[in-house]
């Protein structure tokens, strides 16, 4: 299971550090990501990161502005967001490839896991 967290509400320019803790299984084997959706809007990609943390991807909206994280010692993702503007307004979901999947994809369906997601709302 994932469990994102971390989301709230502040004004552009804010930053905020969203985590996602995973239990169930060790989640150190599997690659993971970020998704957001905004109301009315598919949900997108934002970032991945590999197993190993050693090879990272982030959509060109948030190149930059976010970095993706993990500790697998804690089983734990993280999503920093800096310089955040009103178009991040979303909710962020968490998700994680089946183990041995090592390599980071932007493709929502290869993620086996998913977290039920934190609503960051940015005001102007």
């Known amino acids: 299971q994932l469990q994102a967290s971390g989301g709230g509400l502040v004004q552009a320019g804010a930053s905020l550090r969203l985590s996602c803790a995973a239990s169930?299984?060790?989640?150190?084997?599997?690659?993971m990501g970020w998704f957001r959706q905004a109301p009315g809007n598919e949900r997108e990609f934002v970032a991945a990161?590999?197993?190993?943390?050693?090879?990272?991807d982030y959509a060109d909206p948030v190149k930059g502005r976010f970095t993706i994280s993990r500790d697998n010692a804690k089983n734990t993702m993280y999503l920093q967001m800096n310089s955040l503007k009103p178009e991040d307004t979303a909710v962020y979901y968490c998700?994680?490839?089946?183990?041995?999947?090592?390599?980071?994809?932007?493709?929502?369906?290869?993620?086996?896991?998913w977290g039920q997601g934190t609503l960051v709302t940015v005001s102007s």
């Open positions: 998700a994680a490839r089946s183990p041995g999947r090592y390599i980071p994809t932007r493709q929502r369906g290869q993620y086996e896991s």
């Open positions: 169930g299984r060790p989640f150190g084997g599997s690659s």
């Open positions: 990161i590999s197993w190993s943390g050693g090879t990272t």
